[in-house]
């Protein structure tokens, strides 16, 4: 049973570039959420993603958006990209109305911004 | 602004005893919580939740949380050198569905575990 799968594992872009993150979820699990990690730091929620619709999202400016697919995968899109983005991204999957308390969280991806 | 703390740590604990590990969280409608570990370079896995009052046990592991006192801690019995790692407590502020939980992270505790 494959967990959650996120790609790149690490990137590196330059400042005021375009980044797209990818993300499968865990077989059966239908909502994708996404967090920031600064190193350090805790993870910060993003946003979270439910049949297809964006439906909770974080303190984020609009450089941040989002996508999913009809198949639950998802993708995190961050435009004009800052020295600040620097972080480790985690994709989140979970069974919306389950009795499944809690994400699984993906491996992440390492987002370096030169 | 709905905030979690924990202490940075480091916490050192010698290898057998217990290990406590404490956060406090800013507002009284939170419903569920969470503790996460996290291996250096490694994403969070979900070791514990609770949303009830008092203690949840689990193998080696309790959750105690006291919703008047807005607390929620973590106890490891018989410390173990793979405990080492960073515990992050986590709060969902939100209606208490499952599986759209939008938590809350504190920064994290770093464990030691000393052989």
């Known amino acids: 049973d494959a967990g959650v799968t996120q790609s790149p594992t690490h990137l590196i872009k330059t400042r005021g570039q375009q980044v797209t993150l990818r993300c499968s979820p865990k077989s059966g699990h239908d909502t994708v959420s996404w967090y920031q990690q600064a190193l350090g730091q805790g993870p910060q929620f993003i946003f979270q993603?439910?049949?297809?619709?964006?439906?909770q999202r974080g303190n984020f400016p609009d450089r941040f958006s989002g996508h999913q697919f009809p198949n639950y995968s998802s993708e995190l899109n961050v435009n004009a990209l800052l020295l600040g983005d620097s972080a480790l991204y985690l994709c989140?999957?979970?069974?919306?109305?389950?009795?499944?308390?809690?994400?699984?969280f993906g491996s992440g991806t390492r987002l370096t911004v030169v | 602004q709905k905030e979690v703390e924990q202490n940075s740590g480091p916490l050192s604990v010698p290898e057998g005893a217990i290990a406590s590990l404490n956060c406090t969280y800013s507002d009284r409608g939170s419903q569920s919580f969470f503790w996460y570990r996290q291996y250096s370079g490694k994403s969070p896995e979900l070791i514990m939740f609770i949303y009830s009052n008092g203690d949840k046990e689990d193998g080696r592991f309790t959750a105690q949380l006291n919703k008047a006192s807005q607390y929620v801690s973590l106890l490891i019995r018989d410390s173990q050198p793979s405990d080492s790692a960073t515990y992050l407590c986590?709060?969902?502020?939100?209606?208490?569905?499952?599986?759209?939980?939008?938590?809350?992270f504190g920064t994290g505790t770093r464990l030691t575990i000393i052989p």
């Open positions: 986590a709060v969902n502020w939100g209606v208490a569905n499952f599986g759209n939980e939008k938590l809350t």
């Open positions: 989140a999957s979970s069974f919306r109305d389950r009795t499944n308390y809690g994400y699984t």
């Open positions: 993603y439910y049949e297809e619709e964006e439906r």
